[in-house]
């Protein structure tokens, strides 16, 4: 297809192979969750990430998470019995402003979730208690995220619980205290050098969730970690902008596009 060739040159080659597959796979399937696997349904992120930071093309950089994304979350909304898995996609939907499915992720009451990786049960609870508002909900999950806090879990798992406390405190100089000992945890933690010891995406989701819910004079006390996995620039950028993301690189089946966006029209029709 060569569209990216002028702008991407190598890289153009690694987008083209995926458009060319997915095309493929769709056509096959006539399913865009269908086209999903581990060896050609996710778009290439990884290889696309150090041009594009090194560039400080900041809406690009927001749409390229925003591409990865949605197809992760679509992943995440078609697959078991329960979102509690997608804590992470969560926040990378916060990040680039991915409302829409933000709102699809997020459950509206806790879940009895057994067998799910540690962290996630309390951070999806106060998630939840905190973006629907719901006291009931944080009075179930506050005494049971300051336990796991003073727990044993690695740090980024507690800094990750203890920043949603202070956030629920509304202490934004706690807060940036935490968000700084997530990035340092993640760095001695089991993720992929190419891409979260890069660009830590789930943390800038965190700070965007303050964003969210403090006032702005609460929010502009939260200070930004000193860290090479938050980008300063990208989240100032992020907050001063008013931000439409867009797929970083469209498909030309338009029914490919439309699911990524709004992937509910497969939600609607998974036996399809």
């Known amino acids: 297809m060569g569209q990216y060739k002028n702008e991407w040159g190598e890289i153009s080659q690694i ?37 594009v930071l090194m560039d400080k093309d900041w809406n690009r950089l927001n749409n390229l998470i925003y591409q990865e994304n949605c197809f992760r979350s679509l992943c995440s ?9 997608a804590f992470l996609e969560m926040l990378e939907a916060l990040a680039v402003g ?5 709102d699809l992720l997020v459950p ?3 879940e009895p979730v057994n067998h799910i990786f540690p ?27 300051k336990k796991f806090v003073c727990g044993k879990r690695p740090q980024w798992e507690r800094a990750t619980i203890a920043y949603l406390l202070a956030m629920y405190d509304k202490n934004p100089k706690e807060a940036g205290v ?7 945890g993640v760095m001695r933690a089991d993720f992929d050098v190419d891409t979260d010891k890069t660009l830590f995406v789930p943390a800038h989701g965190l700070y965007q969730l ?25 989240a100032v950028w992020r907050n001063t902008q008013k ?5 970083f690189a469209k498909y030309p089946e338009t029914m490919i596009n439309n699911v990524l966006v709004n992937p509910e029209i497969e939600m609607l029709e998974p036996n399809k």
Request: charged share 20%; net charge neutral.
């Open 15 to 51: 987008i083209d192979e995926h458009v060319n597959l997915m095309m493929g796979r769709y056509l096959e399937t006539g399913c865009v969750f269908k086209c999903i696997s581990a060896h050609i349904g996710f778009f290439p992120y990884a290889q696309c990430l150090g041009k």
């Open 77 to 85: 909304l078609m697959c078991g019995d329960t979102h509690y898995w």
């Open 98 to 102: 991915n409302m829409k499915t933000l």
């Open 108 to 110: 509206q009451k806790t």
């Open 119 to 145: 962290v996630y049960r309390p951070a999806t609870d106060l998630l939840i208690g905190l973006w629907r508002k719901d006291n009931s909900v944080l009075d179930y999950a506050v005494p049971r995220a």
């Open 178 to 184: 935490q968000l700084g000992l997530l990035c340092k």
């Open 210 to 234: 303050a964003a969210c819910l403090w006032d702005k004079e609460l929010f502009q006390q939260l200070p930004m970690p000193d860290h090479k996995i938050f980008s300063k620039e990208y």
């Open 243 to 247: 931000v439409h993301p867009e797929l």
